[in-house]
């Protein structure tokens, strides 16, 4: 096993998307989290060779979909809305 920290920018990357990211990896390791300054730093100890490089990726992809997510609501809200519309259910 293979000790590795890795560090996030808390302006760049929020705990939220950092723990989702991790979550997906909790079969392969465990993890602590820990704030220094303005980062948040994560502590695992894995024997899968890219597993840093694969954290890194994922925490990206978690903050695109974060980003996406908030930029859709306000479409994602409407067509929910139009839909119960449609329905009767909302008198």
């Keep these: 096993m293979t000790k590795h920290e890795l560090s996030f920018d808390v302006r760049v990357f929020s705990l939220e998307t950092i723990k989702r990211a991790l979550y997906r990896y909790q079969d392969k390791c465990s993890f602590d989290i820990q704030l220094r300054d303005s980062d948040i730093v994560i502590a695992f100890e894995s ?8 954290i890194k990726r994922e925490v990206l992809d978690q903050d695109l979909r974060d980003t996406i997510s ?7 809200q409407l067509i929910l809305a139009n839909a119960f519309s449609n329905t009767g259910l909302i008198g």
């Design 47 to 54: 024997s899968i060779e890219d597993m840093a490089d694969r």
């Design 70 to 76: 908030k930029q859709t609501a306000n479409v994602r």
